[in-house]
């Protein structure tokens, strides 16, 4: 998966915006939320990984089995993983953990915000 079937990818879900809302500390953060919450983020500037959201009960068994899976520099260990995009994920689980990242996410919104959103 390269950045532009990432962004395209993440964009499309219902009721996504993306920013920069680091622009003094990481400028070339690009962040994907849903009802104001992120659900996904990259270093456009490199694109050497992704940060996902992750079921805490997952995270640990990720880690283990994937060497790309670590975990990541400014988010909570325990809820979020960083992939590094070096070709090792197979595009259709880096797909997966995208929509998971994303649902998860969807489940916390409250029911007026999903309401709202179209979700």
């Not at 390269?2 to 990818?9: V, W």
């Not at 920013?19 to 104001?36: A, D, R, T």
């Not at 990259?42 to 880690?63: F, G």
């Amino acid at each position: 998966m390269n950045i532009e079937e990432y962004r395209d990818y993440c964009i499309q879900k219902k009721g996504v915006t993306e920013s920069f809302p680091f622009p003094k500390n990481l400028p070339n953060v690009l962040v994907f939320k849903v009802g104001e919450k992120m659900f996904t983020a990259t270093d456009i500037s490199t694109y050497a990984s992704i940060t996902v959201k992750c079921n805490p009960e997952k995270v640990d068994e990720l880690r283990a089995k994937y060497p790309a899976v670590t975990p990541p520099v400014y988010m909570s260990k325990k809820h979020w993983n960083s992939v590094v995009m070096d070709n090792s994920i197979p595009d259709s689980l880096l797909y997966q953990w995208i929509d998971d990242s994303y649902d998860l996410v969807v489940k916390k919104l409250t029911k007026k915000i999903r309401l709202e959103l179209g979700i």
